[in-house]
């Protein structure tokens, strides 16, 4: 998405996490689609099929200094081929992997390659039951922190690849001198959260579960359209800010990113959606409190032992009061360390909508019960 605003160590810890938090970068995402592979959706994401191998063209969507790596993926029991393009070359399905995000390893979980998974970092973020087992059981070692992982542990781990979620600004030529194949994913600067979502293709082209990640992402589509189509039906749209200030300045999604996108399909109205950008924009705080008569709801990402609280955040900040859906208790929270949030809603966006059309639309989901988010008590 977490990117997920947050803290900036949570958000180089546990990008998923943040990811995020996933939206700290704001960013232009250039269009790379390919259009002969089933790639529909993801617009930093190709890939290729050609005689003996799958390429595969990674785009991080940085505006400026952007990257784009290409990946050569030779199944494991056929003969490299000869006259290949420039690449980085991976024999699949991988067998051992470092995951440095839990948002990546959890996916690997749900294309049943969890065996695959011999190290993870960051563990201090990882609520994900299984992830945690995994580690319990030494099936997976602590590699220490994602953008510097344990250089001796990871030799003894002998991976075969490391995927790892790139941030603009920070360089990945720390992993890159480790000797091991690094797979740089910026699924989480996808402009659409099911362009998010379809890069389970590419981790099914890594793990050979190819067949199971199509059906996958054809369920969550599914859900996804019939969830949006339910919400944009309402009579209504209310609208929103989200996340809180930090200091004297309030990030917010940028209104070109997946999560403003998600919002939008579940039937809302961005207070901030002439911000462009497809990570978070920076706004004064003044900015944010001189509109505060407009939002319906507030949504607040946080992570944190204790809950949140309106008299807890109100002394973080006085101004809060002054907000309307602070007056109006129209507060809906999602504490990252109680719930699998950055684990599951990258790949699951249909799950994260559910909550959000049954927050902006309750009539339309009168059944549903929160996954994630829950009233600010």
């Known amino acids: 998405m977490a990117f997920r605003l947050f803290r900036f160590k949570s958000c180089l810890l546990h990008l998923a996490c943040t990811l995020c938090c996933v939206w700290l970068c704001s960013c232009a995402s250039p269009e790379i689609a390919g259009e002969h592979t089933g790639v529909s959706h993801a617009t930093l994401l190709s890939l290729e099929e050609k005689e003996g191998y799958t390429q595969a063209t990674l785009s991080d969507g940085f505006a400026q200094g952007g990257r784009t790596q290409i990946y050569l993926l030779v199944p494991r029991d056929a003969p490299i081929p000869e006259n290949l393009p420039e690449g980085t070359v991976l024999r699949t399905p991988l067998r051992r992997v470092v995951a440095c995000q839990s948002v990546h390893a959890a996916l690997l979980f749900d294309l049943g390659a969890s065996q695959s998974i011999v190290g993870l970092c960051d563990t201090d973020y990882i609520i994900d039951s299984r992830l945690q087992s995994l580690l319990r059981s030494g099936k997976a070692k602590d590699m220490g922190a994602s953008y510097a992982p344990d250089a001796e542990r990871l030799a003894a781990t002998r991976p075969e690849a490391i995927i790892t979620s790139p941030i603009e600004g920070v360089s990945l030529q720390s992993l890159a001198q480790l000797g091991v194949p690094v797979i740089a994913c910026a699924d989480y600067m996808e402009r659409s959260a099911l362009g998010r979502a379809e890069w389970v293709k590419f981790f099914g082209l890594l ?9 996958l992402f054809s369920v969550v589509s599914a859900a996804y359209d019939s969830l949006s189509t339910a919400a944009h039906q309402a009579a209504k749209r209310p609208r929103y800010i989200s996340d809180r200030a930090q200091g004297s300045t309030w990030l917010m999604p940028g209104s070109d990113s997946f999560l403003a996108k998600l919002y939008a ?14 990570g978070s924009v920076s706004l004064p705080l003044e900015t944010v409190v001189a509109k505060g008569n407009e939002p319906d709801i507030w949504l607040i990402k946080y992570g944190a032992k204790q809950s949140l609280s309106y008299d807890a955040l109100a002394s973080e900040l006085t101004v809060y009061r002054s907000l309307r859906p602070w007056r109006e208790r129209r507060i809906f929270v999602c504490n990252t360390l109680a719930v699998p949030y950055y684990e599951e809603t990258p790949f699951r966006p249909d799950l994260l909508l559910r909550d959000m059309v049954k927050i902006f639309h309750p009539e339309v989901l009168p059944h549903h019960h929160l ?3 829950a009233p600010l008590p």
């Open 265 to 278: 399909d579940a039937g809302a109205d961005y207070v901030f959606k002439d911000k462009k950008g497809a």
């Open 371 to 373: 996954r994630y988010y």
């Open 207 to 215: 793990t050979g579960e190819s067949a199971r990640a199509d059906s």
